[in-house]
């Protein structure tokens, strides 16, 4: 047996790589300490005021409640309307897969904030034009109803083609052999194909489920109070912008975190090798 | 609520999409090539086999993509003037955050770009006595290039798609001419179904240009869906 | 390695280089620039609004703003200012001058400064014909839609304090979603609902004002040079009666409000 040599992995290849290394991140990072708290910018008397973004924690709190709340129902439909989406893409059967493919299409090619306003403000005149008006009906469409929606559908588009990507990774040899042990076609979905193509495509997808989360902050602008909103709320309040942004943004990294870690989770528990995005 | 359609609203109010519109492609085009310079050195600075060019771009990159491009859009706008001591206009405001936010998916797009060219033809290239830029210029560039087209071409789509978010600073892009007119005449589902149209017909051909450059083994997929 | 610490170098001296301070008055970068960067509104029809024709805004502030940078002798550029951006567009240096239905209060006074006041109106209601509405107290439960940033929606909770707000971006959309039915009633400034209310008749407003509002120009604060000059400004437009005339074009009878004057 060859004793397996450990190669020695340093950061630097030599002394000269770490010196030009310490002096341009050194004095990048340098060069902006003291620009910020010492040179020209600094009497622009902007007087740092995290204590008062504190103080408005729990607008935070409700924003981050809103989010999970619109995250989750997204994710439950996009998920079904992918899975349903990748089958159909891939199915024999001419029409289905015209359908499919018209959905991905058109959801893909339309601005999520096109589909949301129009969730929001078209579809409520349609409503009001076929069954409120004629009716007497009061049928209301709610914000969230429509962000939740429009957020299922344009996601759904995608994680369509992720599932059918990875549908179409299985091979060929696991169908003939399926149905050659006497398998039906939908046993054959069920517990052959899918399992697996899931199983493939989970990075693809989390990095979509990710991606929810971050387009769900285009709520805002249909009267939803969600971590953007409050995120403004906040800076209208106390006036601190920059502090009241940090915090927004430092909490939609953390809920993106959480996303990976509960994905992370998820494998471990299904005792998968787990994967991570590309 | 007199006549259901209201299609009138579209040919009245035409001159003033089309100014929106107009003003969609300009930060579109501009943002485009702002968006693929950042992209292109981040994109290389992460795939350098130096540690510390990798690392601190990682971060960076990592980062902008875990942050909403409409939070972005507004940091940029607001806080342009604390930070670099010159207050943006609107246009520009939105133009650099798309390029930031776009340019930080467009780094992965890069990245995987150069990885996908398989590292026998550097050895190949080196053999043949081609130095570093030769190598570079004439055998991993033109084959990292063709295989990232079909992802160029998304994210472009994607830029396109998120120039509309420039309406929150007030850029009178299409959508917010859309949301003016709206707002104006009551007529919400013919703009948005207008609007909607518009965007696709224009984002949809776009796409299947890259579908059809996609038609090539070893092509790197990129459909992430921001 | 000597270029890159030469590069470094180079980088901190440019730096140190003594740059337009930021303590010095806005009067004198805007007369150096010849423009002045004006915040306002886009969804206030009579005070600002986007002209449907030439895509610009018009309306009785745009007017006033220009009217201001022809007395400083520069010209003034438009950007929009909705409710909720208004004051970090100041404070934060994107615009020079805020003329964007602002109420001057009190705590606004914290993060910028005030010219005098250029009108006074006061906040209502306003909500369609067949809610059957006709007093504030009958908005308990209902849903009432106002702009975020503004105070129409905080003050209505004042008076009302069992109305669900839903919050929009900005006053047509609010609009619509009261004609949508999506609310029962929208609260706004009385100059805009005058103006809904005249254009659309199936609108009617909701009782009597429950606020006084006076407008003020927004300036940064601590810039007195700035604001007087705006101040001063203004005097001159009212004593040449060019205030008059502007009021008259948008609001089609004379001003009955008298702008705090002081003689020279």
């Not at chain 2, 570079?136 to 084959?143: A, D, E, F, N, T």
Request: with cysteine; hydrophobic share 50%; charged share 15%.
């Amino acid at each position: 047996m060859v004793p397996e040599v450990r190669r020695h992995r340093s950061w630097f290849e030599s002394p000269g790589e770490r010196r030009a290394f310490l002096l341009v991140w050194g004095g990048i990072a340098a060069l902006a300490v003291w620009y910020f708290f010492f040179g020209p910018r600094a009497h622009y008397d902007y007087n740092w005021r995290w204590s008062v973004v504190w103080q408005q924690r729990r607008f935070l709190l409700w924003g981050i409640g809103t989010t999970l709340y619109i995250f989750a129902w997204s994710l439950a439909f996009s998920l079904v309307l992918g899975v349903f989406c990748g089958i159909g893409r891939t199915s024999g059967v001419r029409w289905v897969r015209a359908l499919s493919t018209g959905y991905v299409e058109i959801f893909r090619n339309i601005p999520l904030l096109v589909q949301m306003w129009w969730a929001y403000f078209g579809l409520q005149q349609v409503v009001n034009a076929a069954l409120n008006d004629p009716f007497g009906l009061r049928i209301l469409i709610p914000s969230t109803f429509a962000c939740i929606l429009a957020l299922s559908l344009y996601t759904g588009a995608y994680m369509g083609e992720v599932v059918r990507s990875g549908i179409r990774s299985i091979p060929r040899g696991q169908w003939e052999a399926a149905t050659s042990t006497g398998l039906s076609r939908a046993q054959t979905w069920r517990s052959v194909v899918l399992p697996q193509a899931l199983v493939i495509v989970i990075p693809p997808l989390a990095s979509e489920v990710l991606n929810i989360i971050k387009n769900s902050a285009v709520a805002m602008t249909i009267a939803i109070t969600d971590l953007m909103f409050y995120s403004q709320k906040i800076e209208e309040d106390t006036f601190a912008g920059f502090e009241a942004y940090t915090a927004g943004t430092l909490l939609f990294l953390l809920l993106t975190l959480l996303a990976v870690g509960a994905i992370y989770l998820l494998q471990r528990l299904l005792g998968l090798k787990v994967r991570t995005a590309a | 609520m007199d006549t259901f359609w209201k299609w009138s609203v579209i040919p009245e109010n035409a001159g003033f999409f089309l100014g929106g519109f107009r003003l969609t492609l300009t930060i579109f085009a501009i943002a485009w090539i702002g968006c693929w310079a950042f992209a292109v050195l981040f994109g290389a600075m992460r795939h350098s086999s130096r540690p510390w060019l990798r690392y601190p771009a990682a971060a960076v990159v990592e980062v902008i993509r875990g942050t909403p491009g409409l939070m972005f859009v507004v940091w940029v706008y607001f806080l342009s003037q604390p930070l670099i001591g010159y207050a943006l206009s609107p246009f520009w405001a939105a133009v650099w955050a798309l390029v930031i936010h776009q340019g930080a998916y467009g780094a992965e797009v890069v990245r995987a770009g150069l990885s996908s060219v398989d590292r026998g033809q550097l050895a190949a290239g080196y053999s043949t006595g081609l130095g570093y830029v030769g190598v570079m210029g004439w055998i991993v560039l033109p084959q990292a290039l063709r295989n990232m087209a079909p992802a160029i071409v998304n994210r472009s789509v994607a830029l396109f798609k998120n120039t509309s978010l420039a309406f929150v600073i007030g850029v009178i892009e299409f959508f917010r001419a859309g949301t003016i007119v709206n707002g104006r005449e009551n007529a919400s589902f013919a703009v948005f179904t207008f609007l909607a149209a518009v965007y696709f017909v224009c984002c949809f051909s776009l796409s299947r240009l890259g579908h059809h450059l996609g038609q090539r083994p070893g092509v790197i997929e990129d459909t992430t869906a921001v | 390695m000597r270029r890159l610490a030469l590069a470094l170098v180079a980088l901190v001296a440019l730096a140190a280089v003594p740059e337009a301070r930021a303590a010095d008055s806005l009067l004198d970068k805007v007369q150096q620039k010849k423009e002045m960067i004006v915040g306002v509104k886009y969804d206030f029809p009579p005070m600002g609004s986007i002209n449907k024709d030439s895509g610009k805004p018009e309306g009785f502030e745009v007017d006033l703003a220009n009217e201001i940078a022809k007395e400083l002798g520069v010209k003034a550029t438009f950007v929009q200012a909705l409710s909720k951006t208004r004051i970090p567009l100041i404070v934060n240096g994107n615009v020079d001058l805020i003329v964007a239905t602002m109420t001057h209060k009190r705590d606004r006074e914290q993060a910028i400064d005030f010219t005098m006041h250029y009108m006074i109106t006061g906040q209502r209601a306003v909500t369609r014909k067949d809610t059957g509405i006709t007093h504030v107290s009958q908005l308990a439960g209902k849903q009432v839609a106002s702009v975020q940033g503004g105070n129409a929606g905080p003050n209505l909770l004042k008076v009302q304090p069992k109305a669900i707000l839903v919050q929009f971006q900005e006053q047509t959309e609010a609009l619509l979603a009261l004609k949508q039915k999506k609310v029962d009633a929208v609260v706004s400034d009385d100059v805009l609902n005058q103006f809904w209310v005249k254009q659309d008749p199936s609108l009617m407003l909701v009782g009597k004002l429950y606020t006084i509002e006076p407008y003020g120009m927004g300036v940064r604060q601590n810039d007195s040079r700035w604001r007087n000059a705006i101040n001063q400004a203004l005097m001159e437009i009212w004593d040449s009666g060019r205030y008059a005339e502007i009021h008259v074009k948008w609001f089609g009878q004379k001003p009955e409000f008298e702008i705090p004057w002081y003689p020279k």
